[in-house]
């Protein structure tokens, strides 16, 4: 049977992978992943095509009609659409053509930020290490004090200025006092070596790997995870045999934690500790508009799912389609069109965030630095009253 000279396509307009634009003409012009390749078949097929547009790709109820572009399909509102994922439910009510691809399903997740907290200065040491060494420091002062027969408070001070590398005078020599010189300098030099490592190099948070790890840090409360609105992921979590799946599902849901799939390459940023789950492809879109640095996609995958072109089952001419779509496997037009996508996400984002490095210093960046400072400075005071109460007592 003849193809139609015109067809209508059922789009979800998303940037990058299929916009629709106006021409000086004032004619509506594609582009985009999609857009180029529904220019490739419409040129090898020789037919024209009307744009119906809608927010999503589409989700079943319990009468069995759907939503979306499904839903345009099954009422024959629409000829077929481009790249849709093969379900068992959705090869019930459109007719699929050959596949040309697969697509992965997985998550992109913001990367931990390597930042020193207000008590970076007792990390270098574990909470015993710290509780033993005030023992030890309280224990000989009182035992020197007895030797030397001198005051507790005034031996403290001058074992914790050996700590920190002060000299002192006057101090009868002992084998206790050299065993703690020695502790002393061993301290000394060891915790200086861990703060450089930890002020050059600040340790990380784990980070997110997995499915299970993510819906574990989800529902202690760490972090969002946000899935896109109409997609048949959605549906497969709710279903899956994986138990940690559902559960993130589940807290999904309950927030609403969900973006529409028009909007999905329109999300400006997304925030610290947030996680959005989607094909492979999309997130690698994503995260180059966003600056690939701040994100992470997960290499861990929840399912790997095959897509071709849907049509009404009444549409006459998919082997019309399978013919061209062969070719187009074999000559990997599919890699070229997503490159050359990717490089416009590229090219797009170095322009809009050529000053984004550029970022003054805030108070939180250097929070830690005044509250070891004024601790410091604390310390400092109730020694120098400390001394001054002793010498007004030794005058007496």
């Known amino acids: 049977m003849k193809l139609p000279s ?40 020789g037919f024209k095509y009307d744009i119906v547009k809608t927010n999503e790709y589409g989700t079943s109820f319990e009468n069995g009609t759907w939503t979306g572009i499904m839903g345009m399909l099954q009422k024959d509102e629409a000829d077929f659409a481009l790249s849709v994922s093969i379900t068992e439910g959705r090869a019930c009510v459109v007719q699929f053509s050959e596949t040309y691809g697969k697509e992965d399903v997985t998550f992109a ?29 309280i224990a000989t002062s009182v035992i020197l004090s007895l030797i030397n027969k001198s005051s507790s408070i005034q031996m403290f001070s001058i074992l914790l200025g050996t700590l920190l590398k002060q000299p002192f005078t006057n101090l009868k020599p ?9 502790v002393a300098t061993i301290l000394a030099f060891s915790y200086s070596a861990v703060l450089l490592s930890h002020l050059t190099l600040p340790p990380k948070e784990k980070e997110i790997r997995t499915f299970e790890e993510l819906a574990e840090a989800v529902q202690l409360g760490d972090h969002r995870c946000y899935a896109v609105q109409g997609s048949v992921i959605v549906n497969l979590m709710r279903t899956s045999k994986q ?10 849901d309950k927030n609403k934690w969900f973006v529409n799939q028009h909007e999905f390459l329109s999300w ?18 994503l995260t180059r508009m966003w600056g690939s640095g701040g994100y992470k996609i997960s290499s861990d995958v929840f399912v790997s799912m095959a897509y071709a072109i849907a049509a009404k089952k009444k549409f006459c ?10 070719r187009i496997v074999a000559s990997d037009i599919r890699k070229i069109l997503k490159t050359k996508s990717l490089l ?40 120098l009253i400390a001394e001054v109460i002793y010498f007004k007592r030794n005058q007496n």
């Open 6 to 45: 015109i067809l209508k396509v059922a789009i979800v307009p998303m940037k990058h992978i299929l916009e629709i634009n106006q021409n000086a003409k004032g004619e509506l012009e594609i582009s985009g992943m999609e857009g180029w390749f529904l220019n490739i078949l419409s040129s090898n097929l």
């Open 174 to 182: 002992s084998t206790l006092l050299i065993s703690w010189l020695l």
């Open 243 to 252: 138990k940690h799946v559902r559960l993130l599902m589940d807290i999904i």
């Open 344 to 383: 416009a996400v590229s090219e797009a984002s170095e322009t809009s965030n050529e000053n984004s490095s550029q970022r003054p210093i805030k108070f939180e960046n250097i929070k830690g630095l005044i509250i070891g400072s004024l601790i410091s400075y604390l310390m400092a005071f109730i020694l």
């Open 317 to 326: 001419c998919i082997d019309k389609f399978n013919k061209v779509l062969s």
């Open 268 to 285: 400006k940023k997304m925030a610290k500790n947030t996680a959005v789950i989607y094909h492979r492809s999309g997130l690698e879109m």
């Open 109 to 137: 997740v913001s990367k931990q930020e390597t930042t020193i907290d207000d008590f970076w200065f007792i990390h270098p040491l574990d909470p015993i290490t710290w509780c033993l060494i005030f023992v030890s420091l």
